[in-house]
Nanobody, 128 residues
Framework: QVQVVESGGGLVQDGGSLSLSCIQS????????MGWFRRVPGKEREFVAA????????YYANSVKGRFTASRDNAKNTVYLQMNSLKPEDTAVYYC?????????????????????WGRGTQVTVSS
């Protein structure tokens, strides 16, 4: 069974930065594309970013484009989300997810029902 564990959340000031990490175990990490989602209080879960199995193609929601950067290190079974210029509206629980299903475009990677395995989430709070 695949396991996914996020870490790195916390409290940060408006304009600050945080780095999130996600470690996958249980299967060959290179078989899985990885996504980041977040759940804003009072709203449905939304797509944030994704990276394909190789680490060549990246996808970002418009709300975070230019501020957040996803990456992956297959040797460490780890994906990252570097978050800069954080805003209070970025406050959410952030989730890492893994999928072995094939995707070829943004619409596919942004669909949460594509992902088979989910972490429990890590809280990010940005104070104004």
């Amino acid at each position: 069974q695949v396991q996914v564990v996020e870490s790195g959340g916390g409290l940060v000031q408006d304009g600050g930065s945080l780095s999130l990490s996600c470690i996958q175990s249980g299967r060959d990490f290179s078989d899985y594309a990885m996504g980041w989602f977040r759940r804003v209080p009072g709203k449905e879960r939304e797509f944030v970013a994704a990276v394909d199995k190789i680490g060549r193609n990246f996808y970002y929601a418009n709300s975070v484009k230019g501020r957040f950067t996803a990456s992956r290190d297959n040797a460490k079974n780890t994906v990252y989300l570097q978050m800069n210029s954080l805003k209070p509206e970025d406050t959410a629980v952030y989730y890492c997810a893994a999928t072995a299903y094939y995707c070829s475009d943004y619409e596919c990677f942004a669909a949460d029902n594509l992902y088979q395995y989910w972490g429990r989430g890590t809280q990010v709070t940005v104070s104004s």
